[in-house]
């Protein structure tokens, strides 16, 4: 339930901070009167959150996953399926190692060449064991690589992967393995809520384009995916948790089929159409947006404070709250990054 708890200045004094994310500078923690988790939950469960929240406000967990169907880190990795990845520095991630034959060719000897592992055998009780919550903030638990086109390429690279979704001879074999992938996503879903009870979203990886469009078409996206993805967002809600969606590329002409498939927030990359994809669906999903400005740093304070003031003005109208994406976190400046928490805090106390 929203609280009207009157804005005080006090609220913009840190008081505490946290390591960055993704290896980058601390985060300072705000003396706010919600914790940022319980702020995440008003905007998803109430549709009235206190401020405009930031991806910041989620940690990112991937106990588990990572070392077995993940991408490992600088030092490599052998997947469970036997794929090995390879960190590529000047891309700041991993690669399936180039020089390594395919898992697969065709997606109809799926039966015989690729093994699904058995998520119990994992060690959660470890992993939990060794992970620190911080319960002031939410828990975004993330599953890199994902369960469908994602994986596909992992398996049989690019080309042929996109080939097979237009391969009616592989059609029905492609339908078969994602319902494997999707069954083995949920058991995985299980056992993360089992072992780390705190868990409040749940982050799924499918990049569906390139910088300047979608791999395939919306009747492929519908046929092929969005049963599977759906199962898994049920499986994820009857959890009582957010099903977020990770999809690199310019994939807003596919926004309908993210919201159909079930999914809670998509943050959309900066080459799609951030204010169109908000004035058409920001009331049925929850959009990391971000300033369409990218020399904010250039500007005068007060010209990034007004600046922010236009951006909350736009992207925090009822019942269609949004937050602050990615994007954003690198577009903003600490002035615009402030003017937004008191901007959107105040606007928000004035809402029904």
């Known amino acids: 339930m929203f609280l009207r708890i009157p804005f005080t200045e006090s609220e913009t004094v840190a008081y505490d901070s946290r390591p960055g994310r993704f290896g980058g500078p601390p985060t300072p923690i705000m003396n706010t009167p919600v914790t940022p988790r319980r702020n995440l939950e008003a905007l998803f469960w109430d549709k009235h959150p206190y401020w405009m929240p930031g991806s910041s406000d989620a940690a990112f967990l991937m106990a588990c996953w990572n070392e077995h169907m993940g991408r490992g880190g600088p030092d490599g990795l052998v997947d469970d399926l036997g794929i090995e990845w390879v960190y590529e520095a000047t891309a700041g991630g991993s690669i399936v190692h180039p020089e390594k034959p395919q898992l697969l060719e065709d997606v109809n000897d799926w039966k015989e060449k690729v093994h699904i592992p058995d998520p119990s055998t994992w060690d959660w009780a470890a992993a939990a064991e060794s992970t620190k919550v911080d319960a002031r903030f939410a828990l975004e638990v993330s599953f890199t690589n994902g369960f469908w086109f994602e994986r596909m390429i992992s398996m049989m ?114 080459m799609n159409d951030i204010k169109w994809l908000y004035e058409n669906y920001g009331d049925k999903i929850v959009l990391g947006v971000f300033p369409e400005r990218t020399d904010l740093a250039q500007l005068s304070e007060e010209e990034q404070r007004e600046e922010a003031r236009k951006f909350v003005d736009f992207y925090c109208k009822p019942g269609k709250p949004a937050m602050m994406g990615v994007v954003a976190s690198r577009r903003g400046t600490p002035a615009f990054l402030d003017e937004v928490y008191r901007y959107s805090r105040k606007l928000y106390l004035e809402q029904e």
């Open 157 to 270: 690279g690019f080309v042929n992967a996109a080939m097979a979704l237009l391969d009616e001879e592989q059609t029905d074999a492609i339908k078969e393995m994602f319902q494997a992938f999707t069954d083995f996503g949920c058991r995985c879903i299980d056992l993360v809520c089992e072992y780390f009870p705190m868990v409040d979203i749940i982050n799924i990886h499918d990049d569906w384009g390139s910088q300047q469009s979608t791999f395939f078409s919306e009747e492929i996206a519908r046929e092929l995916f969005l049963p599977y993805m759906k199962q898994l967002t049920d499986h994820i809600h009857s959890k009582g948790r957010v099903a977020s969606l990770h999809s690199c590329g310019h994939n807003d002409a596919r926004v309908q089929v993210f919201i159909d498939a079930g999914f809670d927030e998509w943050q959309p990359q900066d």
